[in-house]
C-alpha cells in the first residue's frame, strides 16, 4: 500500500534551523515535494526531489532518501512569515501526488 | 512560471443550490487537472482528476453526480457542487501540471466556499 507521515506540529524560535521530517511507503515512485501552506491560502511549491541527496534552495533544503523512503526538509534562519504548514507529498507511478497531513509550524520570537 | 486561476475565490451559498467553480490555465495548456478539497486543519484530499475532452475520473468515495466535473477545453475545467450542503463547505483547489513537466504542479488559489 501507499503511506506517507509527517509530525503534526513543530515550534522553533525565530533565527534558528528547523528540519521537518517525512516518511514514506510506496510501490512506485517519481519524486518528492515539500509544499508550504498559509492558512487560507492554496500550497506553494518549495522543492522537488527524485535522485538521493541535498537540494538546496536559500534559507530551504530538502533531502532525500529512497532507500528509507525519507524526506526532510531544512529550514534555516528562521522567519516569523516561515510559520505555516508545510506539506509532504509523493508522486506514485501514475503521476499522482499521495499529500501528507502537514506540518504546522509555529515560530516565536 | 505557469499561472492558474480559480474564480470565484469565496461563494456563499444556501443549502440545496448549485454552485460553479471555475479553473483555468492562463499561459499553458492543460489537458489535465486536479480537484482537491481541503477542510480546516486536514491536508489536500484529491476528489477526481479532470481530463480534457473525456470523463473525469473520481476517488473513491467522491460521488460524481454531486461533483460535476467538465474540462470543455485545453485551459478550461469547471467542478459544479450540485445540491450543495453545509458539509461542503470547504476549500476547494485545482491544479494542473505544466506542459510536458508531469513533476511540476500548478495551484489555483483555492475558491473557499460556504453552505449556509
Known amino acids: 500500500g501507499q503511506n506517507i507521515d509527517q509530525p503534526t506540529e513543530m515550534t522553533a524560535t525565530e533565527g534558528a534551523i528547523v528540519q521537518i521530517n517525512c516518511t514514506y511507503q510506496t510501490s512506485g515512485f517519481n519524486g518528492l515535494f515539500w509544499y508550504q501552506q498559509h492558512a487560507g491560502e492554496a500550497p506553494t511549491f518549495l522543492s522537488y526531489?527524485?535522485l538521493d541527496g541535498l537540494e538546496e534552495k536559500g534559507r530551504f533544503s530538502s533531502f532525500l532518501s529512497r532507500s528509507k523512503g525519507y524526506s526532510y526538509l531544512l529550514l534555516k534562519e528562521l522567519q516569523m512569515k516561515d510559520s505555516a504548514s508545510y506539506l509532504c507529498?509523493?508522486?506514485?507511478?501514475?503521476?499522482?501526488?499521495?499529500w501528507g497531513a502537514g506540518t504546522k509550524l509555529i515560530i516565536k520570537p | 512560471g505557469a499561472v492558474v486561476s480559480q474564480h470565484p475565490s469565496r461563494v456563499i451559498c444556501k443549502s440545496g443550490t448549485s454552485v460553479k467553480i471555475e479553473c483555468r490555465s492562463l499561459?499553458?495548456?492543460?489537458?489535465?487537472m486536479f480537484w482537491y478539497r481541503q477542510f480546516p486543519k486536514q491536508s489536500l484530499m484529491l476528489m477526481a482528476t479532470s481530463n480534457e475532452g473525456s470523463k473525469a475520473t473520481y476517488e473513491q468515495g467522491v460521488e460524481k453526480d454531486k461533483f460535476l466535473i467538465n474540462h470543455a477545453s485545453l485551459t478550461l475545467s469547471t467542478l459544479t457542487v450540485t445540491s450543495a450542503h453545509p458539509e461542503d463547505s470547504s476549500f476547494y483547489i485545482c491544479s494542473a501540471p505544466g506542459q510536458g513537466e508531469w513533476e511540476t504542479q500548478y495551484f489555483g488559489p483555492g475558491t473557499r466556499l460556504l453552505v449556509l
Open positions: 526531489n527524485v
Open positions: 499561459d499553458f495548456q492543460a489537458t489535465t
Open positions: 507529498a509523493f508522486m506514485d507511478s501514475n503521476y499522482q501526488l499521495i
